[in-house]
Every structure is written in structure tokens, then in C-alpha cells.
């Protein structure tokens, strides 16, 4: 398989041509993709791939998933509006009924959800928006290694200094405190002495009235880092960081934009640590593959104005027709079940891996949403942790798609290779990813 630049192919020389600079995907994967089915890609020369990138987590149930082009078809042809700004439609009643039904019973009559427009840094804006007025105050608390999307305010929040750095009057009163990042602990201490510190110096900046940091108007987290390195959050931490946001009563916004709708295992990946955030975020695969991004909150903070927060292609329906088939197989029975027991098995061939090579680092994350951070095992830096080889994780990466995978990197220093298959991979095919990645590994640090 031929993965040079396509010098040959003047069709793909005028798409590079006219395209922005600043496109990604399609500086590696540079065939033409033509067609998708389940957990592969196919493109014009015929090569098929194995796809563990799913459109950044969006394609839950894959590409072209037969329920889902079905509810479309039958969408089309029902002569329902395809736009609507945000009228209230027979689809939409459906999918706002469901979006409300993935919640606890206890929680469902306290929550109300907004639409936003169709990218998931428009479920942050608004979230942002609506936790400003509700509370009248103008500061935000964020994380180290924190993706919410690439808008102005959005990215404000965003933990990565590159994308940043050229971007002048990024919103103000932003404020960083250290994500428990367990491989690359920031406070220099195990698991347990981690959440601990970490807690304690939130807690107490907080509420020194010398701290320089005002009472927030709302705190932003993601339960499972995803551009971050795809680092999960401790479920002690994220139970302390809720006690401490409803003792301070400071709204916690939980983003759920990657790591949710079944990503990790459980609907929410916050879940796990048995906490009630004052908000979730969800894109990605909430629509079904389809634009899609909501806030649901609790109606205590619905204080904000008609047309405080508008997009005219809010409420896409067509998005809510594929999204209302998704979650409905996403909730069957034994589904999730299966994404936790394929999470394991990939995540033990993943160990597997690192026994085999130094170069390997760490392996994390949880259900299907893992990660392989890549060192230089030769170099520490001064805090005596091994240098992220991000060179390497791209060469790998570039290695693996010439043999028919397609993983992403992210992380610091772009060194962590990153895992987003459709939940609907089976063991068969997770077992052939680890062999591409094996032979990958095996071919990049060999030094023979």
C-alpha cells in the first residue's frame, strides 16, 4: 500500500491545493476514502483499514450501521422538516425524551437540555454562558491537559499552549490546576498521595482569600481526558472535586463530549465515581454520526434570556433521528457489558505490548477508549520522568495505516497513541489491531 505523497494523483493535488492549512486527518490518511462498513474503511484503490479513530469517537455503532441508515431512509421519506431552528418536531420529541431517559430516575425532573449548534465547543460556550448568568460571576476553572473544543471561548479552556499561541484576547479569568495524571504525577507522589494533594490545593486556592483566583462561575472537567493523552480521572478525585463544587456552590460541568455515550464502558463516563454534575456536555456520538451538541443541566440555573444562546442549525433532525437509533441500541441489554469486556481484553493485549517494548511507557484509559504513551526510555527529564517520543508514536501511527490501521496520536508532545474504535469491535478484530500495532512497534524501534 502506497501511502507517499500522492504525487501521481492530480485529483488529491487540487484538494490539497484549495483546502485550509490547517486540515489534520487527512495529513496521514491521504487516499481517498470512498466508503465504510462496521469497524473498516475503504478507499479508491481498494485498500480497506481497520478504523480505531471513528471520526474522533463519533461513529459509536460504526460506519453505516444498518439500523442507522435505515431510521435516515425512513427520516427522508416521512416528508419531515430537515430544518427547523428549533421547533418543536415529532423527532425531536423523541430524541429529547431519550437523551433525559439516559439519566437517573431520581435525577430526570430537575434536568433541562439546550441545543446547541452542531460542534461540541458549542455545548462548552453555552455552558460557559449559561453558568456566567446564573451566577454573576466571570472566572472558570480548568484543567492541565483539558480539550472543550477549538472555539474562541472554547479553547480558553483548552489545556494545549500550541493551538493557543497564535491567538490573541482568549477569554479571561481561566484558571489551570493539575489534571491527576498518574503516569506523570504533578505533585511527585503515588496514586493515593495524588488525589489527596491535588484536592487539598484545589480546596484551599479556592477559598484563600489570597489565592488571586475569584469565586468561579463554573468548573470544567473531563472524566476521561481525551486529546489530553486519553487519561481517566480517578473516581475518588472526581467525588472530591464534586464535594468540593456543591460545598463552595460552584457548578460542575462535566464533558462528556468524548469519553461519553457508552465510550467508556458506562453511558457517562463520570459514572463511575458516582457523582450528579450541574451539567454534561455531549456531541460526537450522541447524533448518531450526525451534527449534534446539547447541554443538559439542572433547571435551578435555567435563568437566562430567550436568545441568550442561538445557532441556526441548532437541533439538526436529522442528527436526532440517527442519535434516537444509536441510544436505543447503545441501552440494549448486554451492549455496554460487551464495550467494558472487549475494553478489557484490548487493554490486556495493549500490557501485553508493553512487556515486549521498553519504548511503551504506559497504557491506560477504560472500555474502548485506551491509550499507548510513548517514550524515549534512554531519557528523563528533571523530574526524573522519561521524555513522550512523539516523533515515534507518528512514525507508528504513519506505519500502522500503511498496513491497514487507523489510530490517532494526542497527548503531551504528541506521544500518545490513541484508541477510539466503534463500540461494535469484537475480539476477532480488536486481536488483529494489537498484530498491526505489534509488527508497527517491532518495525519502528527495532535498531537492526
Not at 455496554?336 to 475494553?343: C, M, P, Q, Y
Amino acid at each position: 500500500m502506497d501511502t507517499s505523497f500522492p504525487s501521481e494523483n492530480n485529483e488529491l493535488i487540487r484538494q490539497y491545493d484549495i483546502e485550509s492549512n490547517a486540515r489534520t486527518y487527512s495529513r496521514f490518511v491521504i487516499n481517498k476514502i470512498t466508503s465504510g462498513a462496521g469497524t473498516t474503511l475503504s478507499d479508491e484503490e481498494g485498500n480497506v483499514y481497520i478504523d480505531c479513530l471513528a471520526g474522533a469517537g463519533t461513529l459509536a455503532l460504526g460506519h453505516n450501521h444498518p439500523a442507522v441508515i435505515t431510521e435516515l431512509k425512513q427520516f427522508l421519506d416521512s416528508g419531515q422538516i430537515l430544518h427547523g431552528l428549533d421547533f418543536i418536531t415529532p423527532v425531536k420529541r423523541k430524541f429529547s425524551e431519550m437523551i433525559i431517559s439516559l439519566f437517573p430516575m431520581e435525577w430526570r425532573d430537575e434536568l433541562k437540555m439546550h441545543y446547541c449548534g452542531p460542534s461540541g465547543a458549542d455545548a462548552t460556550e453555552a455552558a460557559m454562558k449559561l453558568f456566567k448568568t446564573a451566577t454573576h460571576r466571570s472566572s472558570v476553572i480548568a484543567f492541565h491537559g483539558a480539550y472543550h473544543g477549538m472555539t474562541n471561548g472554547s479553547m480558553s479552556l483548552t489545556g494545549n499552549l500550541a493551538i493557543k499561541g497564535a491567538i490573541s484576547n482568549l477569554m479571561p479569568e481561566v484558571h489551570f490546576f493539575p489534571y491527576p495524571y498518574l503516569y506523570r504525577n504533578p505533585y511527585g507522589k503515588n496514586a493515593d498521595e495524588l488525589i489527596t494533594i491535588s484536592l487539598h490545593h484545589i480546596y484551599s486556592a479556592l477559598t484563600d482569600p489570597n489565592s488571586g483566583i475569584k469565586k468561579p462561575a463554573a468548573m470544567i472537567v473531563e472524566a476521561i481526558q481525551g486529546e489530553g493523552g486519553c487519561i481517566p480521572a480517578p473516581a475518588s478525585w472526581l467525588n472530591g472535586l464534586a464535594r468540593i463544587c456543591e460545598e463552595l456552590e460552584i457548578p460542575l460541568v462535566l464533558d462528556e463530549i468524548q469519553c461519553g455515550i457508552g465510550r467508556s464502558g458506562d453511558m457517562f463516563a463520570f459514572e463511575e465515581s458516582g457523582i450528579k454534575p450541574d451539567a454534561i456536555l455531549l456531541s460526537k456520538a450522541v447524533g448518531g454520526g450526525l451534527p449534534m451538541s446539547l447541554v443538559v443541566y439542572n433547571r435551578k440555573y435555567d435563568c437566562w434570556k430567550p436568545g441568550a444562546h442561538t445557532g441556526t442549525f441548532r437541533g439538526n433532525q436529522m442528527a436526532m433521528a440517527a442519535g434516537y437509533v444509536t441510544l436505543e441500541i447503545i441501552k440494549q441489554k448486554n451492549f455496554l457489558d460487551n464495550v467494558r469486556e472487549n475494553g478489557r481484553f484490548f487493554k490486556h493485549l495493549l500490557n501485553e505490548l508493553k512487556l515486549k517494548y521498553p519504548q511503551i511507557g504506559d497504557v491506560r484509559g477504560r472500555g474502548l477508549m485506551l491509550g499507548l504513551e510513548m517514550i524515549d526510555p534512554q531519557k528523563n527529564n528533571p523530574l526524573g520522568q522519561p521524555f513522550g517520543d512523539g516523533v515515534l508514536a507518528n512514525k507508528i501511527k504513519q506505519k500502522c495505516y500503511e498496513m491497514g490501521l487507523i489510530v490517532e496520536t494526542g497527548g503531551r508532545n504528541d506521544a500518545v497513541i490513541r484508541f477510539l474504535p466503534p463500540l461494535i469491535i469484537d475480539k476477532t478484530l480488536i486481536s488483529q489491531v494489537v498484530a498491526i500495532l505489534d509488527t508497527a512497534l517491532k518495525s519502528e524501534t527495532d535498531p537492526s
